[in-house]
Nanobody, 128 residues
């Protein structure tokens, strides 16, 4: 079993940056592909980014390319989401998720139902 704890959220002005972290428990973090999702008020949880077990491959939703980056440090059992040039529409609760699966097709990892473990989320609020 894996427990995930997100951190790094907060209130930031438009144009600012935040780096979210997701710390995982256990010794098998490198066995899990990881994903980031977000959920704005009144909206469904949507895919943001995913990354393979070793970190060599990743996927990012098209609308966020150029502003967000996903990375991981398996030695620290942590996955990151670097968010730059933030906009008010980025306001949401951000969740990390884990799936023990090979990253053979990144399309699977865009589906929130594919993941086994979820964190509790961290709030990101971007003011205009």
């Amino acid at each position: 079993q894996v427990q995930l704890v997100e951190s790094g959220g907060g209130l930031v002005q438009a144009g600012g940056s935040l780096r979210l972290s997701c710390a995982a428990s256990g010794r098998t973090f490198s066995s899990y592909a990881m994903g980031w999702f977000r959920q704005a008020p009144g909206k469904e949880r949507e895919f943001v980014a995913s990354i393979s077990r070793g970190g060599g491959r990743s996927d990012l939703t098209d609308s966020l390319k150029g502003r967000f980056t996903i990375s991981r440090d398996n030695a620290k059992n942590t996955v990151y989401l670097q968010m730059n040039s933030l906009k008010p529409e980025d306001t949401a609760v951000y969740y990390c998720a884990a799936k023990n699966a090979d990253y053979s097709d990144s399309a699977y990892f865009r589906n929130r139902s594919f993941y086994t473990y979820w964190g509790q989320g961290t709030q990101v609020t971007v003011s205009s």
